[in-house]
């Protein structure tokens, strides 16, 4: 008796998430590493390497760090106090965002309508300043945070 032949349908690659204006992934809200390491690996071209770096800068200062995604936004926080920074995409830089901004010495240098938070962008050809960026990620750790969510 002669077998039959089943048709077999290759599996199918993930989709590559939706890139929103500025070329900002757009990533499933989630809780925990997965969906920031989603988010990270979806950024185009050298931001990338941007966020995967600002990743591990965070949770090599802030040990007990909390992640999470929401609005295609990874944030960084600490259990019971709240939201510190968070960082996304735009058409031109990477947009790190400290929500008691105000509060850190030195001061992050780009203002934002909301009193507190204070912003620092990374361009592509920037030399990130990577003790300035984890003295800032330390001491807004240090400080309440915010509830975004």
């Known amino acids: 008796m002669a077998r039959k ?10 989709a590559k998430p939706k890139l929103l204006t500025g070329g900002n992934p757009q990533i499933p809200k989630g809780d925990g590493d997965a969906p920031v ?6 950024m185009p071209e050298w931001k990338s390497e941007i966020g995967r770096r600002l990743d591990e800068m965070i949770v090599y200062t802030v040990s007990n760090v909390r992640k999470a995604v929401r609005w295609n936004t990874p944030f960084y ?3 019971g106090q709240g939201w510190f920074v968070a960082f996304d995409c ?23 309508k909301q009193k507190t938070v204070r912003y620092f962008h990374i361009y592509e050809n920037d ?23």
């Open 5 to 14: 032949k089943t048709k077999t349908t290759p599996k199918r690659a993930a």
């Open 90 to 112: 735009t058409t031109k830089y990477v947009k790190v965002a400290f929500f008691a901004g105000m509060s850190l010495n030195p001061v992050p240098p780009i203002e934002s």
């Open 127 to 149: 030399e990130l300043d990577e003790e300035a960026f984890t003295n800032w990620v330390r001491q807004a750790s240090e400080l309440p945070g915010e509830d975004v969510f």
């Open 77 to 79: 926080g600490i259990e």
């Open 37 to 42: 390491q989603a988010y990270i690996k979806a």
